[in-house]
């Protein structure tokens, strides 16, 4: 029997992100976070190796956005996801270009290729970006790029579908989605990889790195659970 002061069940509010749901969900999210530790424990990763890394998990985010949006909008995302390829490949480029540049001293121009038209040109640039940072990635660096791809993976179809946070999701809403969490984590992560840089790369430091990526991806991963479940 419902209590005479409890709301209706349809006025209720949804169930906060708890359960076996979050617990396989951030097992998962720190196992793959936990990688790139075997990378500079046992291969010899410097901050370079690590920063490619975490830049790349943007490519992985916005794919799986762009799957989110297809599946929230429909044939009315077609544009919209086009937008969001061109604005978001684009940010990712420069952020990557920028990247490799400083720490690895990557060439700042296309060479020999022709620009590809108007706003083509920044797709042209990620995918220049992407085929240096596999160039100059290590060769286990895929393993941890799997990883992480898994875990989000996991987490689109248990959290987006299972748990249907697509029904309070909206196209306007994914498509601002994946810059907070570069703006929150990368700056960050970058400022802490250029003060590694400065003390030469002390072992504990690269270590210091991993644990904090881990623990802001784990904050920002039940931040943004917990408020769709309750939305």
Not at 55 to 76: H, R
Not at 163 to 169: C, I, L, N, T
């Amino acid at each position: 029997m419902t209590p005479p002061n409890s709301p209706p069940p349809q006025q209720q509010p949804t169930a906060f992100y708890q359960g076996r749901r979050r617990q396989l969900n951030l097992a998962l999210l720190i196992t793959a976070n936990l990688l790139p530790l075997l990378g500079v424990l046992l291969f010899d990763w410097d901050v370079g190796a690590l920063i490619i890394l975490y830049w790349s998990e943007n490519l992985i985010l916005g794919a799986y956005n762009v799957i989110k949006m297809a599946s929230v909008g429909g044939i009315q995302a077609v544009f919209p996801s086009l937008f969001f390829l061109m604005h978001y490949g684009g940010f990712c480029a420069v952020h990557g270009f920028f990247i490799l540049r400083i720490l690895f001293d990557a060439p700042t121009s296309f060479g020999d290729e022709t620009p590809w038209p108007l706003f083509l040109v920044f797709l042209q640039l990620l995918f220049q970006v992407v085929e240096q940072v596999f160039a100059l990635a290590p060769r286990e660096w895929v393993i941890a790029f799997i990883g992480l791809t898994i875990s989000h993976g996991y987490s689109f179809v248990s959290n987006f579908l299972i748990a249907d946070e697509r029904a309070s999701a909206t196209v306007n809403g994914l498509m601002a989605a994946p810059y907070k969490r570069i703006v929150i984590l990368h700056i960050t992560i970058i400022a802490g990889g250029f003060a590694i840089m400065s003390l030469g790369q002390p072992l504990f430091l690269l270590i210091v790195l991993v644990g904090l990526k881990t623990a802001m991806d784990v904050g920002l991963h039940v931040r943004e659970h917990r408020k769709a479940a309750v939305s």
